[in-house]
């Protein structure tokens, strides 16, 4: 699958059939999610892969109650050592480099399970000291994401996104350069070349209507 269409066509999945994940799937999602980028390339996160039914059934209860966690076979609990990164970038390094790097592996994971033919969701919302508590997890710590991998069971529909021109601004805050050079949404040379298309297509139409109309208007007439 193309990298565009992946990123484009990826769902977050909460609906799983029951069938089992191979394993060399989950060692897959798992390797994209180490070559992710990490600052200093250090890579600061470590995977809790998580089978048992007893153990996800716990887990999605720490989820705030997200109940539907359950049936997806595979939780990945991903899960932090803030002071590795700290040792290199201080605060800086343990506050953002730490979630940053996280998210990147997450991503990649996501992706990765999609590209399979699997789905995926990411979970932030947890009662950390609850993850804490099921996994055994030491305090140095902490919990990032955990992510549900299985067959999916539903095709969710496409959210709404924003369109790209909400969201880009050029060389400074509020940055918008005139619509017609932008080169993104309505103005793009795509948009442009199929609105010129359009626009002949619709003369030539109208063209044509003209001369029938005539063509009635003289023999009505005539007669
Ligand atoms: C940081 C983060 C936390 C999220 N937490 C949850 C969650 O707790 N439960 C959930 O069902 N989805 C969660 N999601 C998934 C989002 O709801 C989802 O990505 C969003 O609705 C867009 O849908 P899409 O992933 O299909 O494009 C989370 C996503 C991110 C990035």
């Known amino acids: 699958m193309d990298v565009l269409d992946c990123i484009r066509t990826r769902r977050s999945v909460r609906k799983y059939k029951e069938d ?35 153990k996800r ?13 359950e049936i997806a076979p595979i939780h990945i609990v991903m899960v932090a ?31 990765t399970a999609h590209s399979l033919g699997l789905g995926a969701c990411w979970v932030g ?38 369109r790209i021109e909400h969201i880009v601004y050029f060389e400074r805050w509020w940055g918008r350069m005139e619509a017609p050079k932008t080169g993104l949404g309505y103005w793009s040379p795509y948009i442009k070349r199929g609105l010129a298309e359009t626009k002949k297509i619709a003369e030539k139409k109208s063209r044509k209507l003209v001369d029938r109309i005539s063509q009635r208007i003289r023999k009505a007439r005539k007669k």
């Open 81 to 111: 050592e803030p002071e590795h990164m700290e040792r290199y970038y201080g605060t800086r390094g343990a506050r953002l480099y730490t979630i940053q790097g996280a998210a990147a592996a997450a991503e990649n994971m996501l992706l």
């Open 20 to 54: 089992p994940v191979p394993w060399d799937n989950i060692v897959t999602i798992m390797q994209a999610g180490k070559y992710a980028p990490a600052a200093g390339n250090i890579f600061n996160t470590k995977f809790l892969v998580v089978k048992s039914d007893a």
């Open 125 to 162: 919302a947890f009662d950390e000291e609850e993850i804490r508590r099921i996994l055994n997890l030491p305090e140095h710590v902490n919990v990032q994401a955990v992510i549900t991998i299985g067959y999916p069971d539903e095709r969710p529909e496409p959210p709404v996104k924003q």
């Open 57 to 69: 059934k716990m887990i999605a209860e720490a989820c705030v109650q997200q109940y539907w966690m």
